[in-house]
């Protein structure tokens, strides 16, 4: 049997892209949160956010090193199978994944040092510092990394001559044209699955009875935020997915569903997409309101997927699935959001049983989203590399055979899950274990948490030596 390199060196990258984006995805939005916590601290002295800080700190630092080890893998892929789409396009792409390392990753590195020993060994502002500077790392990182992905999927400012990509402008390059509204879309879905994730712990452990104050806090501010997230993503996707349907018309139309070009287009709820015959089984769908949702006409024209030559098509059963999927999860997202606010502001969230219990059973669904979502952009991109100049069997390294591609693929299962396993069990040790038992009696919610002091700090400190002097 023939094993073909190129299919082989898709589902690898498919694989190793798909185990990593559910870390960023999701340090992005804990880190911004572990930084309020600190905020908060900071502001009001209440020992509660620091309980719920150190807890997430602890969870942000083994989340944070499974992402960076099978991040690194990523980088080493596009040498070993895509060789040539790499030397093609390292006069942008070598720069701009460099500046993620230089920029992004060691800001994250220096200054999660201080958030996970510092807290009782540096000054207070510090420490807030130190959580601020570790939450913007992660939105510079993805700023580097996105711009590079968005540069694929709709190139600008380059030129491609003799097979190598030159460098027109490094504006137009780096802020593409789907680079702005896909940074926002991946912001506001970090938020979204960091925000479901804490409110499903919360939610947990005060169904549990644990840490009672602590958790409620957590499960309301997570819930007043995504209050505001969960719909303004429905706004920033809808964006993003006009700016798509501007840019790459083949992808939308394998999101709708739609093989032929219409006036009127409907918008299909269901449907079994069947790429060998060019047609969709048991149709379900709203009429007209994808023309609708697409050129803001109620008889707008959407061009449909047969306008592309056959070899210059996504395969659209995985795209068209990818998209309902992410977009089903998104609007329960929204009616979670919103019926956690509305208990909240009532005054019932913790009265409130089967809301806690469902809010629990929400946590992975930001992760699948997350990943549908993924599939969507990547597969819809196919066949291209580079959208519209290279395709992916140009990219391909010539001398890769099919058994190379195998043994490198299955190798990377085997580590991946070694890591994602022992990832994932320290990940339940410290949840089941849950924040440190803090007595929140001990101190009045307005007055700051006092540092520590060894024998050596203790003649320094100011207090007793002025109350001293008087």
């Known amino acids: 049997m023939d094993l073909d390199p190129l299919l082989l060196s898709r589902i690898q990258f498919a694989f190793v892209v798909s185990f990593h984006a559910i870390f960023p995805v999701f340090t992005i939005g804990l880190a911004s949160y572990i930084a309020l916590l600190e905020a908060l601290l900071y502001r009001t002295g209440n020992p509660a956010y620091e309980q719920l800080s150190r807890f997430w700190t602890k969870v942000f630092a083994v989340v944070f090193g499974m992402g960076v080890v099978s991040g690194i893998v990523m980088s080493f892929q596009f040498g070993t199978n895509w060789s040539v789409f790499s030397y093609a396009s390292a006069n942008f792409l070598g720069p701009v994944l460099a500046y993620e390392v ?70 137009e390059a780096i802020f593409n044209p789907s680079f702005v509204p896909r940074f926002f879309h991946v912001a506001l879905a970090s938020f979204l699955t960091g925000g479901f994730v804490v409110a499903g712990v919360s939610a947990w452990y005060l169904l549990n009875g644990r840490t009672p104050e602590a958790s409620k806090k957590a499960l309301q501010m997570c819930l007043v935020m995504l209050a505001f997230a969960a719909p303004a993503q429905l706004i920033v996707g809808d964006i993003h997915g006009l700016n798509t349907f501007e840019h790459q018309p083949a992808k939308v139309a394998a999101m709708e569903g739609i093989w032929e070009t219409q006036d009127g287009a409907p918008l299909l709820l269901f449907a079994i997409p069947n790429q060998a015959e060019e047609r969709n089984a048991f149709e379900i769908g709203i009429p007209k309101l994808a023309s609708l949702i697409l050129t803001h006409e109620i008889d707008g024209r959407v061009e449909g997927l047969k306008e592309f030559a056959p070899e210059d098509r996504p395969y659209m059963p995985v795209v068209f699935w990818g998209f309902r999927i992410m977009v089903g999860i998104g609007f329960v997202m929204i009616v979670m959001a919103l019926w956690g606010a509305w208990l909240t502001w009532r005054g019932r969230l913790a009265e409130s049983r089967l809301f806690l219990r469902l809010t629990g059973f929400m946590v992975p669904f930001p992760f699948v989203a997350v990943l549908a979502g993924w599939f969507v952009t990547e597969v819809g991109r196919q066949p291209w590399l580079s959208y519209g100049l290279m395709r992916t069997s140009e990219g391909l390294t010539p001398s890769l055979t099919g058994g190379m591609a195998l043994f490198t693929l299955i190798g990377f299962i085997a580590t991946y899950a070694v890591v994602f396993l022992a990832g994932l069990y320290y990940l339940v040790k410290i949840i089941r274990k849950g924040p440190d038992t803090v007595d929140l009696s001990e101190r009045p919610a307005g007055a700051h948490a006092k540092r520590p002091l060894s024998a050596v700090d203790e003649p320094l400190d100011r207090t007793t030596t002025t109350d001293a002097a008087r």
Request: aromatic residues 18%; positive net charge; proline residues 3%.
């Open 102 to 171: 230089v920029t992004a990753f060691f800001l994250e590195a220096v200054f999660l040092g201080i958030l996970l020993f510092g807290r009782d060994k540096v000054p207070r502002g510090t420490h807030l510092f130190a959580a601020c500077m570790v939450a913007l790392g992660t939105f510079v990182s993805s700023f580097w990394i996105l711009s590079a992905n968005s540069w694929m999927q709709t190139p600008a400012g380059v030129e491609l001559r003799d097979g190598i990509f030159y460098l027109t402008s490094w504006r």
